[in-house]
């Protein structure tokens, strides 16, 4: 079974920064894809970026230089960070894993971002 836990969020204050980890409980060497979404209070769910099984990153063009994320295969672990949080990162961030196409997600993380 595919059980993934986000931990790491929490409320935090404008500038500072974010970094918000996901275990999974399977070994992610093997998985197509992991990857991180985020969902605003009213707003559709959205990509933020997604590793690849041969380490290739591809982050969403708003996303970019914005985010980084990162991978431990060792640790079956991924990893998102975000340097500079404004009130707009506000948000649920969840982890994704892709296995043949069927998505296995986490229960997400709320973040909100203080002023």
């Known amino acids: 079974q595919v059980q993934l836990v986000e931990s790491g969020g929490g409320v935090v204050q404008a500038g500072e920064s974010l970094r918000v980890s996901c275990s999974t409980s399977?070994?992610?060497?093997?998985?197509?894809?992991v990857g991180w979404y985020r969902q605003a209070p009213g707003a559709q769910r959205e990509l933020i970026a997604t590793i690849a099984r041969g380490e290739e990153t591809n982050y969403v063009p708003s996303m970019e230089g914005r985010f980084s994320v990162s991978k431990d295969d060792d640790k079956n672990t991924f990893t998102l960070q975000r340097i500079g949080l404004k009130p707009e990162d506000t948000a649920a961030y969840l982890c994704?894993?892709?296995?043949?196409?069927?998505?296995?997600w986490g229960r997400g993380i709320q973040v909100t971002v203080a002023t």
């Open positions: 399977i070994s992610i060497s093997s998985v197509d894809v």
């Open positions: 994704v894993v892709i296995i043949k196409g069927a998505y296995y």
